[in-house]
C-alpha cells in the first residue's frame, strides 16, 4: 500500500509564498515521476508541475517563473515553492507519483489527499 501525505498550503496574500511537501511512502520500489496537481472550485485537475526521475522538470505556463518545483530520491519527496501567489491560484493542490513496486515495467499511479491553498487579501 503507498501513501501520499501532503503538507503545507494554507491562507495566504496576494504575492506571497506558499511551500507544499509530498513524502511518499509504502511499497515503493522506484518513483518515475512526481507531481502536482491542482483543482479549483467548478473546475477540472490540471498539472501544476511535475518531476521526472531523469532529472527533467514540467511546468504549465501560468506558473512558469513563479513556482518551483524540486524532489529528493532518497525522501521519497517532492517539494512545490510557490512565489508570488495570484488570487487564481487559490485551489485544492493534489500530489501525484508514477511509480514501481518491483524491478518490472508496470507502473502504479496514486494521488494524496488533497491540501488547499487559499490566496485572498
Known amino acids: 500500500q503507498v501513501q501520499l501525505v501532503e503538507s503545507g498550503g494554507g491562507l495566504v496574500q496576494p504575492g506571497g509564498p506558499v511551500r507544499l511537501s509530498c513524502v511518499a511512502s509504502?511499497?515503493?520500489?522506484?518513483?518515475?515521476?512526481m507531481g502536482w496537481y491542482r483543482q479549483a472550485p467548478g473546475k477540472q485537475r490540471e498539472l501544476v508541475a511535475a518531476s521526472f526521475s531523469g532529472g527533467g522538470t514540467q511546468y504549465v505556463d501560468f506558473v512558469k517563473g513563479r513556482f518551483t518545483i524540486s524532489r529528493d530520491n532518497a525522501k521519497n519527496t517532492v517539494v512545490l515553492q510557490m512565489n508570488s501567489l495570484k488570487l487564481e491560484d487559490t485551489a485544492v493542490y493534489y500530489c501525484?507519483?508514477?511509480?514501481?513496486?518491483?524491478?518490472?515495467?508496470?507502473?502504479?499511479?496514486?494521488w494524496g489527499q488533497g491540501i488547499q491553498v487559499t490566496v485572498s487579501s
Open positions: 501525484n507519483a508514477e511509480y514501481r513496486t518491483d524491478f518490472g515495467t508496470r507502473k502504479y499511479n496514486h
Open positions: 509504502g511499497s515503493i520500489f522506484s518513483i518515475a515521476t
